[in-house]
């Protein structure tokens, strides 16, 4: 058995370990490591997988599309394993819509845009914008969520947020960290100084005391994401609001899986946690990240698998 046989096996296991059938995905990939075997390459290049997603001649561009995706998602995890394997880009064949890929942000950048917002000439903006941005990095909540949000929803004591209005209708409980529940009390008593007679119930307000408005908030996040210097890492992944979401969803994967718990176990608990209506779509954060496949990878080595990409 060749080293990228016995790394697609230990693939196989691990996507199908949590819940995933792949027998379509598995075909191809199969087809694509004889490709390899057959022209004895050890490593995946951007060259090799072009070379096998255009196969056989006449093909579409979104078999091609397709055969990439499946594709990367290996690769990606062989990267993981060995840093000499190239993961494809995201953008290398595209046919029709796709879906954006998540913006990752470091601690390092979450801080800069909280520092650009709080420096935004207008107070209140200022204020909201750069809470509002703490918010969201802190619990992964949706935009509109946060938004929607009443001052009545919030319970310092309990240091919990009630979810309302939220997407498919559901409402949830929201944990909030020490930390959350103290800058939303700072918040909330400079907020009351600023404005001290609100027509709103909302938790975040307006300049002129109403709820604040997306459209608003998503404007001041370009300012204040040019101002910081953040840039789109592909054309397909450029750095939203929305990504907050995503950056905390993979970050706790990740933490579980450098803890050495048991992931699989609690990922019904994170879909809770984010107001998923199906554990199905928490499950696309494990193949939508880099990271994470690396992780997962490290988490096979003590039970031997992976030992063929190491041989």
């Known amino acids: 058995m060749s080293a990228l046989q016995a790394a697609l096996a230990d693939y196989l296991a691990l996507r199908r370990g949590l819940g995933y059938q792949l027998d379509h995905d598995a075909r191809e990939l199969r087809s694509f490591v004889a490709f390899c075997d057959h022209h004895e390459t050890e490593f995946v290049t951007v060259a090799v997988a072009v070379a096998w997603v255009t196969m056989p001649v006449g093909t579409r561009p979104s078999w091609w599309a397709n055969r990439m995706t499946i594709l990367r998602g290996f690769a990606t995890f062989l990267h993981g394993l060995d840093p000499r394997h190239d993961v494809p880009p995201a953008d290398l064949f595209r046919h029709g819509p796709h ?24 107070p209140m903006t200022a204020l909201t914008m750069a809470t509002v941005i703490g918010l969201l990095a802190a619990t992964g909540l949706r935009v509109s969520e946060a938004l929607a949000a009443d001052v009545a929803d919030l319970d310092p004591q309990t240091a919990t947020l009630t979810v309302r209005r939220s997407k498919y209708g559901r409402s949830r409980l929201v944990p909030l960290h020490p930390h959350t529940t103290t800058a939303l009390a700072a918040y909330l008593r400079r907020r009351d100084q600023l404005c001290p007679h609100p027509v709103s119930e909302a938790l975040f307000l307006s ?10 908030v998503n404007q001041m996040f370009r300012r204040v994401r040019n101002q910081t210097g953040l840039t789109s890492r592909s054309t397909n992944c450029r750095p939203r609001l929305h990504d907050f979401r995503h950056s905390f969803a993979v970050r706790t994967l990740i933490d579980w899986y450098r803890d050495g718990g048991d992931v699989a176990a609690r990922l019904p608990l994170l879909s809770a946690y984010l107001g998923h209506r199906e554990p199905k779509y928490t499950y696309w954060y494990l193949h ?24």
């Open 99 to 122: 879906r954006a890929v998540p913006y990752l942000y470091t601690d390092t950048e979450i801080a800069a845009l909280t520092r650009a917002a709080a420096a935004l000439p207008t």
């Open 207 to 216: 300049t002129a005391s109403t709820r604040k408005r997306y459209a608003h």
């Open 288 to 311: 939508a990240a880099p990271e994470l496949l690396a992780e997962a990878a490290h988490r096979l080595e003590p039970t031997g698998l992976g030992e063929g990409m190491r041989s």
